[in-house]
């Protein structure tokens, strides 16, 4: 039995590809592990602000200096870490909006890399303070982007990975859905990424 995470970022609601794809990643996942739980974190219907001044400020107070607009600004982080804690499979569902990945997502990626919760120089190096999670990406774009000529601007996959790693998650696999928007490929994308889920 597994705690499963499940961040949904696509504006798309029912109709995206890269939902779809998660779902899929989780129904295999409930299948392999009976009992399962699933928590969905909707970053559309509920957004994570952009990082202003006074979360950053919040961030990196004392916990001794804590007051009540501290609290309201430290809130949505604690939250969103809190839920990644109390996992052990997150499945991350990433559509591609101009070449990377949505506004939604990388605000609340802003809100989980925190100094002191999530990572920490305290042996004079960065350590990542997220142990034992997996983590399951699934990517949806109109273009290819796994290989051939777009291979280059895949820019998404390779900063998930590396911010992930950064706050201790290393064991990060991916799954597309990709040429959804290519003639040639469209009719077949989406069935071919939901085929190639194995968990």
């Given at each position: 039995m597994k705690k499963i995470l499940e961040i949904?970022?696509?504006a798309r609601g029912a109709a995206s590809n890269s939902t779809q794809l998660s779902s899929a990643i989780i129904e295999k996942l409930k299948t392999q592990y009976p009992g399962s739980t699933v928590t969905q974190r909707d970053l559309v219907k509920k957004k994570y602000p952009h990082l202003e001044e006074s979360h950053l400020t919040a961030f990196f107070a004392p916990p001794q200096n804590e007051s009540e607009a501290y609290k309201t600004a430290i809130q949505h982080s604690d939250e969103a870490i809190a839920e990644?804690?109390?996992a052990d499979i997150i499945v991350i569902g990433v559509p591609i909006y101009n070449f990377n990945i949505p506004s939604a997502?990388?605000?609340w990626i802003d809100h989980i890399v925190r100094a002191g919760r999530t990572f920490s120089y305290g042996a004079g190096r960065p350590e990542g303070l997220l142990k034992n999670k997996k983590v399951y990406?699934?990517?949806?774009?109109?273009?290819v982007f796994s290989e051939g000529p777009m291979k280059a601007m895949d820019y998404a996959e390779p900063y998930l990975k590396w911010?992930?790693?950064?706050?201790?998650?290393?064991d990060v696999t991916t799954f597309r859905v990709e040429g959804v928007s290519l003639p040639e490929l469209?009719?077949?994308?989406?069935?071919?990424?939901?085929?190639?889920v194995v968990v």
């Open positions: 949904v970022s696509s990644l804690e109390a997502l990388k605000a990406l699934a990517i949806a774009s109109g273009g911010i992930l790693g950064f706050i201790g998650v290393h469209r009719e077949t994308a989406l069935q071919k990424g939901l085929e190639s």
